[in-house]
């Protein structure tokens, strides 16, 4: 016998076991995966499985277990795989054999899902709130500023005259889409796999709509392989979770370019800001770039698990286990980063004069072509007329406003000298008076629906649950 054999093949053990071992991130479920045993309890005792006294003792006993976690006396052992292992283990020292009959007819299988889904379902709610919050602030931002003009932009290049509050509130009817698609999720998280078992179904007769309904869910699975391999509910988060980083994220741009020297529109509050190391005059807008640098990661994992589910065979495969730390990160990063982008949007300081200040009078260019669009000139042509214009203003080196009328009517005899009537920028914004256009009316009409849909319905109300298609 080799000197190290012995030892070398217990190390290798003890890797393998530590690469499979879950509890240090799953740890987190312990809420969850008590509150369903704690229900399986009771259906086993429904189903005749179990007595009373039975269910009572492992009742008393997954509430002492809970406490210990709350009170963060629980001692994670060598042994405990994961935290449904760990929490039966502890259960076992706590009231003896009879712990041994909580997992009659249920595996991990259907546990960890249901597991997954009850603590995923606490966290949209927490979501779904900060959401609100930074819909809030946005909306507040916007009441405040309701006079305020700024050059609009398409291709980065200045566009059209755009109220302030108008591209502010852009960002609110994103941010609404967002909490409409989390409650969709939320439907479909909200459906119960337990008494699946590991693949076939619960063999006990145990009650499992009973035992859903107790749990909040509003549906029970309607096939138990899938039950316990589905995972469209964390893809489905982490893609909702994807496209409003992406929100995020271009927020976060267009605010990080627009306190830039070169636009100067706004600043960060020193709150949300950091300085150098090296360069004393140096204010970065830290919380913005990683606003903007988090979708890398969020879009990250929502391929990562795309890739892992992708090529499994049927049934549950412990690749299913890599669900948690995704989810888990994308959970923890949003819950921090909503509030991080309310407060931005709260204290951001708008630099108003600056926004006027470079107000380029060729942004009205399009009213002007309306101008002649109204004198009956049809509009092709007048765009063609105008951007004549706009090529002799700038041979002569002058504004587009200061073109003399006989520059114009050289041009076309339409023009007149009411014309120049269109070269005020707060004119150009109230003609866009059309629902959801950007006249200061429109604008304040938007926010007024806006005040509207930002209602504070909790994702598990009972008329998103009615809306369920299971039960
Ligand atoms: N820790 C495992 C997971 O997260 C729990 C399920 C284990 N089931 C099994 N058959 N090994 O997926």
Known sequence: MVLWGGRFAAETDELVRRFGDSIRFDYRLYEADIRGSIAYARALARAGLITPEERNQLIAGLEQVRAEFEAGAFQVQPDDEDIHTGVERRLGELVGPVAGKLHTGRSRNDQVTTDLRLYLLGEMEVLREALVGLQGAIVEKA?????????????????QPLLFSHWLMSFFWKFQRDRERLGDV????????????????????IDRRALAAELGFSAVSANSLDGVEDRDYVVEFLAWAALLQVHLSRLAETLILWSSRAFGFVEVDDAYATGSSLMPQKKNPDGLELMRGKGGRVIGHLTGLLTTLKGLPSGYNKDLQEDKEALFDVIDTLE???PVAAGVIRTL??????????LDDRMLA???????????????????????AVRRAEELGLPLKALPLAEYQAIHPAFADDLY??????????????EGGTSPAAVRAQIEEARKVMTNESITSEQSKRSTQYL
């Open 143 to 159: 009441e405040t500023h309701l006079d305020l003009v700024m050059p609009g932009y398409t291709h980065l290049q200045q566009a």
């Open 186 to 205: 939320a439907r479909r998280t909200r459906v119960c796999p337990l008494g699946s078992g590991a693949l076939a179904g619960n063999p006990f007769g």
């Open 336 to 338: 921090m980063e909503l």
């Open 349 to 358: 300081k708008v630099h108003g004069d600056r926004m006027t200040a470079v």
């Open 366 to 388: 399009t009213d002007l072509a309306d101008y002649l669009v109204r004198k009956g000139v049809p509009f092709r042509q007048s765009h063609h007329l105008v951007g004549r």
């Open 421 to 434: 009537a269109v070269f005020d920028f707060r004119r150009s914004v109230e003609t866009r008076s059309v």
